[in-house]
């Protein structure tokens, strides 16, 4: 039991060592934060905005367009088995959904 918590305590004194001699500090040219972060964007821009358009925003529309068929037919259920439709949960998914369809339309006019 005693190797052990000693193996144990030498593996974390290792791994403390390597994360230390591995970190390197980032520093911004002459100290300006906002200059280095605008230059990572503008660099980064066009990139990002492809991923964004191809592969982020798709993915926000398949799963809101499941959920929302999904929450279609539970609610129908319910109406035939109760009689009432709550369409609040459809409504709101539904919102999000041409939210999200449109979205990158007008999303890069106000991030620029």
Not at 19 to 26: F, L
Request: aromatic share 10%; net charge positive.
């Amino acid at each position: 039991m005693k190797k052990r918590i000693v193996r144990m305590i030498t593996m974390a004194c290792v791994m403390m060592m390597l994360v230390a001699m591995m970190a390197v500090p980032a520093f911004a040219t002459g100290g300006n934060v906002s200059g280095a972060v605008e230059g990572t964007w503008n660099a980064a821009q066009g990139q990002i905005k492809d991923i964004v358009n191809n592969v982020v925003f798709p993915l926000i529309d398949m799963i809101l367009a499941v959920l929302l068929f999904v929450k279609i037919a539970t609610a129908y259920m319910d109406y035939r088995k109760h009689g009432q439709f709550e369409f609040t949960a459809p409504a709101i998914l539904f919102a999000c959904l041409l939210f999200s369809l449109t979205a990158p339309s007008y999303i890069w006019n106000i991030l620029g």
